[in-house]
Antibody
């Protein structure tokens, strides 16, 4: 069965960077784009972007260009999202997610990684 | 970006009742609307995509309708496990955008 296992919570200082991971299993990693979604306290969900593991191609929400960088390691079926120049507004839970039957609807989600930015 | 307006924000109901949640898009998204269920300690669950297509494993008491800009999620005969937060999401164009959520609480 498809599983997306994310790395643990991060506590980071303002101005620093963090890199969170999402290890995929149960399917051919290079066959599906991996998407990342931000959820802030108060529930708001924002689509951050996706990476196509086979080609390494990416597409970002304009709002997250320069903030998020998506990469993959095909050898370990792991996707990464690096968040740079962190500020308190980056404090959120970040999810990786994969489509199901149809583009853009997310049938598979990771459990989420809490990133807290605080001095 | 397509703005998704979801209502109500909170809904209180009892098991056995039927409820409806509305989601309105700021422009036409054809039928590309998904509904998700969020529960503590569980990964988010896709219930419906393309407006009305039930994801495999979604109980038949859930239904989705609508096209263009107006969509509705209906849950007939609520079960105890249905009390959760529900989100809509348009998957018609980038950037994909979500509604703010509806918390369905036990009355």
């Amino acid at each position: 069965q498809v599983q997306l296992q994310q790395s643990g919570a991060e506590l980071a200082k303002p101005g620093s960077s963090v890199k969170i991971s999402c290890k995929a299993s149960g399917y051919t990693f290079t066959s599906y784009a991996m998407h990342w979604i931000k959820q802030t306290t108060g529930q708001a969900l924002e689509w951050t972007g996706y990476i196509a593991p086979g080609s390494g191609g990416t597409k970002y929400n304009e709002k997250f260009k320069g903030k998020a960088t998506l990469t993959v390691d095909k050898s370990s079926s792991t996707a990464y999202m690096q968040l740079s120049s962190l500020t308190p507004v980056d404090t959120a839970v970040y999810y990786c997610a994969r489509r199901g039957e149809i583009r853009g609807s997310f049938a598979y989600w990771g459990q989420g990684t809490l990133v807290t930015v605080s001095s | 970006d397509v703005q998704m307006t979801q209502s109500p924000s909170y809904l209180a109901a009892s098991p056995g009742e039927s409820v409806s949640i509305s989601c309105k898009a700021s422009k036409s998204i054809n039928t590309y609307l998904a509904w998700y269920q969020e529960k503590p300690g569980k990964t988010n669950k896709l219930l419906i995509y393309s407006g009305s297509t039930l994801q495999s494993g979604t109980p038949s008491r859930f239904s989705g309708s609508g096209s263009g800009t107006d969509f509705t999620l209906t849950i007939r005969s609520l079960e105890p496990e249905d009390f959760a937060v529900y989100y809509c999401q348009q998957h018609n164009e980038y950037p994909y955008t979500f509604g703010a959520g509806t918390k369905l609480e036990l009355k």
